[in-house]
């Protein structure tokens, strides 16, 4: 059975830093990409990033670039989101995901999800 758990979610200040982790196992952990999508209350599921299983490649939003970092634990199956100087447009429910096929920005090409952890950063 495929599993995503994600963790470490919470509620922050301005400029503050989290890190999100996300579990995977079962047939994810074929998968060709480990994701990050968040949504934002009322608006649709946008991409954060994203990295290669094998390749280490990674793809970053406009949005976060130059603040998040993706990384994975090949031993703890397991991807992370380093967020750093947090803003209040950051606030959003942060979903992992797991692509068979792609490293993609695309959330199409994915076909696992985890049930996703919040995020709230206070002004």
């Known amino acids: 059975q495929v599993q995503l758990v994600e963790s470490g979610g919470g509620f922050v200040q301005i400029g503050d830093s989290l890190r999100l982790s996300c579990e995977v196992s079962g047939e994810a952990l074929m998968s060709s990409g480990w994701g990050w999508f968040r949504q934002a209350p009322g608006k649709g599921r946008v991409f954060v990033a994203v990295?290669?299983?094998?390749?280490?490649?990674?793809i970053y939003g406009d949005s976060v670039k130059g603040r998040f970092t993706i990384s994975r634990d090949a031993a703890k199956n397991t991807v992370y989101l380093q967020m750093n100087n947090l803003n209040p447009e950051d606030t959003a429910v942060y979903y992992c995901?797991?692509?068979?096929?792609?490293?993609?920005?695309?959330?199409?090409?994915?076909?696992?999800w985890g049930q996703g952890t919040q995020v709230t950063v206070s002004s």
């Open positions: 990295i290669g299983l094998v390749s280490g490649r990674t």
């Open positions: 995901a797991a692509s068979r096929d792609r490293v993609s920005s695309n959330a199409a090409w994915y076909d696992w």
